[in-house]
Nanobody, 125 residues
Framework: QVQLVESGGGLVQAGGSLRLSCAASGRTFSSATMGWFRQAPGKEREFVAALRLSGRNTYYANSVKGRFTISRASAKNTVYLQMSSLKPEDTAVYYC??????????????????WGQGTQVTVSS
């Protein structure tokens, strides 16, 4: 079993920055894909960014490309989401997720096996 714990959410003004962290514990997979999703009130959960642990391939949603950066610590058990130039529409609960197969980066949340509890990000205008 894998446990994912997010941290780093909070309240920030538009144009500001936040860095989210996702720490994985328990069984880990060297070839997994780790991703970030978000869900705003009344909306479906949407893909934000993901990274393959084996090849370091990354992929971003168009809405965050150029503003958000996903990366991982050298120990591979922590993934970060650096968010810059934040907008009010980025307000959501952000979830870390893991796809243990890691064959490719999926944007569909159904492909991810493990989820964190979520961390709230609120961007004020």
């Amino acid at each position: 079993q894998v446990q994912l714990v997010e941290s780093g959410g909070g309240l920030v003004q538009a144009g500001g920055s936040l860095r989210l962290s996702c720490a994985a514990s328990g069984r880990t997979f060297s070839s997994a894909t780790m991703g970030w999703f978000r869900q705003a009130p009344g909306k479906e959960r949407e893909f934000v960014a993901a990274l393959r642990l084996s090849g370091r391939n990354t992929y971003y949603a168009n809405s965050v490309k150029g503003r958000f950066t996903i990366s991982r610590a050298s120990a591979k058990n922590t993934v970060y989401l650096q968010m810059s130039s934040l907008k009010p529409e980025d307000t959501a609960v952000y979830y870390c997720a893991l796809d243990k197969e890691g064959v490719m980066i999926y944007t569909d949340y159904a492909h991810y096996d493990s989820w964190g509890q979520g961390t709230q990000v609120t961007v004020s205008s």
